[in-house]
């Protein structure tokens, strides 16, 4: 965080577009994060804190004035492409189980995940169809 910290305090003080400050988070300081994110676990205090980094430098520190749900959307779709911070995050995981799920992948991690999913039915978790209403109403359930 402190490292994102300077790499914004240094470019706070341009004059930037908001497509410019949009470019400087996208490549200069999303890409110090991905390996915070990568792994299965991330704490959502953190991807809050970063949220809020993110956007007090959109938005020099004076609050929101394009709804973040607009913002991180398409240019077609009247949003700027802002970069949000809980759908890299899934962008990351998913691409780590895409990964997994190769089957010409023979890398040391996936025969260490092998072993850890075989106690949890094996790779079938990812390929299965998980019916979201029935599993809550399962849950519900006495």
């Known amino acids: 965080m402190e490292k994102m910290r300077n790499c914004l305090s240094c470019w706070a003080v341009q004059r930037l577009i908001l497509i410019g400050k949009i470019t400087v988070l996208e490549s200069l ?3 110090k994060v991905i390996h915070l994110l990568t792994p299965l676990q991330t704490n959502s205090q953190i991807i809050k804190q ?7 430098f959109l938005w020099n520190r004076k609050g ?3 709804k973040r749900n607009i913002i991180t959307q398409n240019y077609g779709n009247g949003g700027l492409k802002m970069i949000d911070i809980v759908s890299f995050k899934k962008a ?17 991690s996936k025969l260490f995940f092998d072993a850890e999913l075989e106690k949890l039915g094996g ?8 019916d979201i209403k029935r599993h809550e109403e399962a ?3 006495p």
Not at 50 to 56: A, H, P, S, T, V
Not at 95 to 108: A, H, M, P, Q, T
């Open 64 to 66: 929101d004035k394009i």
């Open 123 to 130: 790779p079938t978790v990812f390929r299965g169809n998980l």
């Open 92 to 108: 990351l995981k998913s691409v780590w189980v895409r990964k997994y799920l190769d089957e010409s992948n023979k890398g040391k």
């Open 139 to 141: 849950c519900k359930q």
């Open 50 to 56: 970063m949220n809020d980094l993110f956007f007090g």
């Open 29 to 31: 300081v999303a890409f």
